[in-house]
């Protein structure tokens, strides 16, 4: 999704897919551009797409009345795919003010605060002795820099982090099918395991598009981290180079192949412009001091911890275990694939892992159109996809079981835990830092 | 003119013109209350906070006697400085005690 | 000093509190538009008031106009020209001090008074930060007024007609800046409100009147604290060709804009490694600078 500001003086909010997340802007009018505002006493006008999950909807519904009562709300289309501007989606002339109106100021589950009595302490010792009342508090599921949907429930002593459970509102089963453009790409190639047609079917030019979108989740995600954290140059960094890849990952599902339009896809998508612009952005996420000052030993993760839980994917990576379901595909080692390992285990080696991921997944795209081009051969190596196949944040496998595909990500689980336990005794920013650095996501499979 | 005489007339306008601005506010719309969540959020506050209050005291009362040996350093020399250097010394001792002691510490 | 003081204090307010947020348009990267301004001020004072039900509801209003009043008595302080000193008080560096030691109170009353546990952790938080800076605040202060021999600002100011403070005591400008910022609560140091982390935390629950004089508040603290930084640590109106009071215009609005962008730049500040680098790194530094400002007073201010 592209996003211009707007011409017109009044930028309202969005709910904008994020990578194919949902996540509440709003927007600030004097500022004069769609920054990201998750105070909802600055967000003036709120837009939502026709069409919101089940699960969101009520969640959606409670943030409305946090607002201002008299900030409109407009449900539009939003294109997913398309050029989409702020500057025509939002002409306050053109779209009226049509739709659900201004929501219900359903409290239901919030009783009045009865009296409570200040001074008897109750409640369990916390972790130093001392007997405190906990604060209960759930952070999500709408207009945090969080994906949208992921709900982090949890205890505070203070502002220490006592306890914590993340969970989701929804949760992704079974992709479309047949495969829409909403589907990551990593699924329909597990699903290509199995003789599914994929849409691209050369298995070169599905390897390049797996990868594209493997940077392109990498870096909404390092996006996403600058967010919360406030720290401006590495939003706008991420955000001109996922412009560019997103581009390119149009360009790459496309159904239709032949020599034009390999001419045309190679052309169009000026890959080492972005390979050099990529190479900036990671030594920039290297040399930060400030970006290490705040994710440094936060939300650790040690070695023997992460092979306890069985940790996969990137976060495994970053504690040091080795453990990549490319390193088994005879078209990577075709490409000379090598998994980026980090140790340390902390939220910036995470970043690092996912920053340099980004950048080897272009190279390989690169190489791997390149081989597409040349026409490289893939009988040499075996043309079908594993069974077992590396997404961005972990492996997935892919089942067909009456009629039906089912999808599931091993590693999940274990991610979720790792996450939420790694949230307990840190103080409040320090565990929010610590558990976006896990890159979960409610959207994908698993997650 | 006094200056701390303008300075209690610059306070009154003020808060005039405040109780102006919100007495404009309340007439010509109502106070809105909305119901409170689902249960009171005051904890007690934990003790570190004793800790860096005690210290901020510490240091308020230096700063207490540092302002008057500001205005006078420059007239009586080298005896006040020598007496303010004894007087710091204590209190980084203060600082060190308490940094050794872990008092500084948030989690 | 005369009753105009008292017209001009809030006109340097106002007037400031405008430029500032189209400095901060600037900053941005957006060309300003006073007009955007103008409609969002109205938008939100036309706003009901709203409130929270709580238990302490007086200190949940109370907070926005001690805010107020305290940015306003702290930038009184300020000596904008020979000709408008503002309140020419001769103990003024304290009173500046002492104004900006009511802002501490204040963002905590908003983030107690607004109940939600969000709001609650984002008072704490600032009063456990504000602990630790108002003590740079202050011993910088002495520092700078150790070699005027005089604690009214518009001393230290003459004291400068050579070399401005900045450049003779480095160490004292490098603890103040960060000090000061932090007073503000503007980014990096943003820690009560933190739009990202605690979802506008400490004054989320303002609507209408009151959160248009938090707003107000903090752009006016900013000019405050930009003007005595430019009258303490770079000469205040003091330059060649141009006339003193567009000289202390021009530094204050300099040092507004460092401000700003640097806030644009960092990424925001964690509350434990803030006051460790605090009470370990900056309170020790600052006894230092109070020690070579002696060292300087009696070396060459005498």
Known sequence: MVLTPARSALVPALVVPDEQTWTVFGADPAAFGARPSFDPGTIRRLLAPAQVPAELAAALRAYRTALADDVPVAYGD???????????????????????????????EHGHGGHHDMMAIVGEP???????????????????????????????????????????????????????????????????GHGVAAAATSPWLRVAAVEIERAVSHLAWLRSLGRLVDSQPLIDKC?????????????????????????????????????????????????????????????????????????????????????????????????????????????VARARVRAEEALASVGLAVDALAMA????????????????????????????????????????DATRRAAADAMIG???????????????SPWRVGW | MSAVGLLFVLIALLLGAL?????????????????????????????????????????????????????VIRDLGFFAYAEIGFFLTVLGLGIAYGWREGALEWS | MSGWTLVGVPAVALVGA?????????????????????????????????????????????????????????????????????????AGVILFGGALAYVTPAVFMAGWGSGSPLAVVGGFRWLALMLAYAMPVAMVVTAVAAPAGSLRPTDIVEIQH??????????????????????????????????????GGAFAAYRGLDAALVWLAQRVLLVAVSGMTAALFLSGWHGPVLPPALWMALKTATVAVLILWAGRRLPRMEIDRTLALAWKVANPLAILAIVIAGGLTLGFYR
């Not at chain 2, 102006?20 to 506050?45: C, H, I, K």
């Not at chain 3, 004292?172 to 960060?178: D, E, F, R, T």
């Open chain 1, 78 to 108: 939003v294109a997913f795919g398309g050029e989409v501007t702020l500057s025509t989606l939002l002409e306050p002339s053109t779209h009226g003010e049509h739709g659900h109106g201004h929501g219900e100021h359903d409290h239901g």
């Open chain 1, 126 to 192: 916390s972790a130093d002795g001392l007997v405190m009342e906990p604060i209960h508090l759930s952070y999500g599921p709408i207009g945090t820099p969080l994906p949208g949907g992921l709900v982090a429930d949890v205890t505070l002593d203070g502002d220490v982090v006592a306890e914590s459970t993340v969970r989701a509102l929804l949760r992704v089963e079974r992709p479309a099918s047949p495969p829409d453009l909403l589907s990551p790409v990593a699924w329909t190639v597990a699903m290509a």
């Open chain 1, 239 to 347: 955000t001109r180079m996922l412009t560019s890849l997103q581009v390119s990952r149009r360009v790459l599902l496309d159904d239709d192949i032949g020599d034009a339009w390999l001419h045309a896809a190679i052309g169009q998508a000026d890959f080492d412009e972005c390979r050099e612009r990529l190479d900036g952005l990671v030594a920039w996420v290297r040399r930060s001091w400030a970006l290490r000052w705040r994710l440094g030993g936060r939300s650790v993760v040690t070695p023997s911890r992460a092979r306890e839980l069985a940790l996969r994917g990137p976060a495994a990576r970053a504690s040091g275990v080795a453990d990549d379901a490319r390193v088994a595909d005879p078209l990577y080692r075709a490409l000379d694939f090598n998994p980026v390992v980090h140790s340390g285990g902390d939220a």
């Open chain 1, 373 to 412: 081009y040349v026409g490289g051969d893939a009988r040499r190596a075996d043309a079908r996809a594993p069974a077992v196949f590396e997404s961005p944040r972990g492996p997935i496998t892919a089942r067909r079981s009456s009629g039906t595909w089912e999808l599931a990500a091993p590693g999940a």
């Open chain 1, 426 to 440: 840190s103080e409040w920013s320090a565990a929010l830092v610590g558990l976006a650095s896990f890159d979960l």
């Open chain 2, 19 to 71: 109780l102006a601005a919100y007495a404009l506010a309340l007439w010509r719309r109502e106070l809105r209350v909305d119901r409170a969540g689902e249960q009171p959020s005051w904890p007690r506050y934990h003790v570190r906070f004793y800790t860096f209050a005690l210290l901020f005291i510490a240091f308020d009362m230096e700063m207490a006697y540092m302002y008057p040996w500001a205005a």
């Open chain 3, 18 to 90: 405008a430029l500032v947020a189209m400095l901060e348009q600037l900053v941005a990267g957006f060309r300003p538009a006073p007009s955007g301004l103008a409609r969002t001020a109205l938008a939100t004072l036309r706003q009901p008031l709203r409130r929270p039900e709580t238990y302490d509801n007086w200190l949940f209003h109370i907070a926005p106009g001690l805010l107020l009043t305290a940015a306003v008595v702290a930038l009184a302080t300020v000596p904008w020209a020979p000709g408008f000193r503002g309140i020419d008080f001769q």
């Open chain 3, 162 to 199: 050579a070399v401005p403070m900045g450049l003779v005591q480095p160490l004292a400008l490098a603890l103040w800046l960060p000090a000061v910022v932090a007073v503000c609560f503007l980014p990096p140091f943003d820690l009560p409100q933190a739009p990202s982390e605690l979802g």
